[in-house]
């Protein structure tokens, strides 16, 4: 399982929300690639960024702090957060980035986001849908950074891009996210039922080693830790041996 851990960026800033709300963010570091240097160092092969400002815009905002992140670091680094177009794609992976992430965009412009996973190949393209799970524990997805709900279940919207070379998705359970309330294993182990042939990345209510050893038993293929590891609830070396 590989282990992701998360670096969010706000005017150029590492910091971490809870549940996706942008009045509850709490700053970590106003160098977030001296926090990257120091994954590396501690034997880190990826890293996972998010422009939390492109995501909010609808528009790619710091691009040049993320290249650098990755050019500094050497980490094998997947980003995203406001990403459009096939030239902001183009632009990240060849200055040093090894993954894409679209996120809204997968939801609200579906063909245009099998027109990249066809153009740059699914070992290039994160799908990362974001849900909310309603009052029948449905998973809805949201979009925007999270500001805007959708109409479109989870299912609905992985199930559209069946038949297209889709490798890898990227989901994040809100409700948990920031809150160290453990990983939503259910829906985990729905996703991996349903889509077998898709690497998931676990996101999350990460809150102990203990959670990333029941993520990695169940199949998940990598996981993403933020908050816990910002706020020292384990270290980096524990999560790589927890594998």
């Not at 809870?18 to 590396?40: M, N």
């Not at 050019?71 to 894409?100: C, F, M, P, W, Y």
Request: charged share 25%; hydrophobic share 40%.
């Amino acid at each position: 399982m590989k282990i992701y851990p998360a670096i969010d960026l706000i005017d150029g800033q590492s910091v971490r929300l809870e549940q996706g709300r942008f009045d509850s963010s709490t700053v970590y570091s106003q160098d977030p690639a001296s926090i990257a240097r120091r994954y590396a160092e501690e034997g880190a092969t990826y890293l996972h960024v998010v422009d939390l400002d492109g995501a909010k815009a609808r528009e790619v905002r710091q691009s040049d702090l993320i290249l650098d992140i990755a050019a500094q670091s050497g980490l094998k680094v997947q980003t995203g957060g406001g990403i459009r177009t096939s030239q902001q794609i183009s632009t990240l992976l060849e200055g040093g980035v090894d993954r894409v992430i679209v996120g809204s965009l997968a939801v609200r412009e579906p063909e245009a986001v099998r027109g990249f996973l066809s153009e740059f190949g699914g070992e290039r393209i994160t799908l990362a849908l974001d849900v909310r799970l309603n009052d029948q524990d449905t998973p809805m997805t949201a979009t925007e950074g999270w500001l805007d709900g959708g109409n479109a279940t989870l299912w609905d919207v992985m199930d559209f891009y069946k038949g297209c070379d889709l490798q890898t998705l990227l989901c994040t359970d809100i409700g948990r996210d920031g809150m160290f309330t453990g990983p939503n294993l259910p829906l985990y182990e729905q996703i991996i039922t349903r889509y077998p042939d898709v690497e998931l990345q676990a996101s999350g209510g990460i809150a102990s080693v203990d959670d990333l050893a029941q993520v990695n038993a169940m199949g998940c293929g990598a996981v993403i830790i933020g908050k816990a590891l910002s706020e020292g609830r384990f270290t980096l070396k524990e999560a790589l041996h927890a594998r």
